[in-house]
Each structure stands twice: as C-alpha cells, then as structure tokens.
C-alpha cells in the first residue's frame, strides 16, 4: 500500500484544516488507518485512528473534540479534520496503514502500522 498525504499549510490560531491520505495498491477497506505527528527532536505522537469500516475511532487526549478522523472506502482516501488549531499542533503530519482483521483493536503506536505516508507539514502561528 502506497500513501500519499495532502492538506497541510500554515494557518493562524483557531483556524481549521482538512488533511488528506489518498492510498494506492493493495485493498484499501482490509486497512485501519491512523495519523500521527512529528516534530523535530521528538518521538513520533499518535493523533487519531480509525477501523477498517470507519465505525470505530480513537483520538489522542491532545485533540480529542478538535479533530475528526473519517474515511472513504470508495475513495481510498482518510481524512483528518482539524479545528481550533492551536500552536502545539504544528509537526508534520503522517498517515499509517496496517491490513487487519476487522475486529482488531485500533493501535496507537507506530509499531503497529505497517505503510506510512511522507507526511504533510502543519504550522500554526500564534
């Protein structure tokens, strides 16, 4: 599975954004699908995931009711709905993939995931 990442920019404080993950290759619908952020020096941070069917969703305290992770089977497309971006929200952005059962936990750690995206940069100005 090959994914590529779209959306990001720079915007000010309180604005929203809508990230895009288009996948290629394989089926996308036998993937859950997750984002996760970096900045530099860090680890890499888990955002949100979702399940194969996009009926279970799981989200990092950090944005939890800010952000939204949706997806479009038909499309082959996840997104990630951004609002009320603060300044701690900037890193650059990646999706993941892993192919699993559909009734496997959602995970949260990049260990879990086997595709990655070449991430979309995110900056939010104060």
């Known amino acids: 599975v090959q994914l590529q990442a779209s959306g990001g920019g720079v915007v000010q404080a309180g604005a929203s954004l809508r990230l895009s993950c288009k996948a290629s290759?394989?089926?996308?619908?036998?993937?859950?699908m997750a984002w996760f952020r970096q900045v530099p020096g860090k680890e890499r941070e888990f955002v949100a995931a979702?399940?194969?069917?996009?009926?279970?969703?799981d989200y990092a305290d950090s944005v939890m009711g800010r952000f939204t992770i949706s997806r479009d089977n038909d499309k082959k497309t996840v997104y990630l709905g951004m609002n009320n971006l603060e300044p701690q929200d900037t890193a650059l952005y990646y999706c993941?993939?892993?192919?699993?059962?559909?009734?496997?936990?959602?995970?949260?750690?990049?260990?879990?995931?086997?595709?990655w995206g070449q991430g979309t940069l995110v900056t939010v100005s104060s």
């Open positions: 993941a993939a892993k192919r699993t059962i559909i009734t496997a936990p959602l995970g949260s750690h990049p260990d879990d995931y086997n595709y």
């Open positions: 979702i399940s194969r069917s996009g009926g279970s969703t």
């Open positions: 290759g394989g089926t996308f619908s036998f993937h859950s």
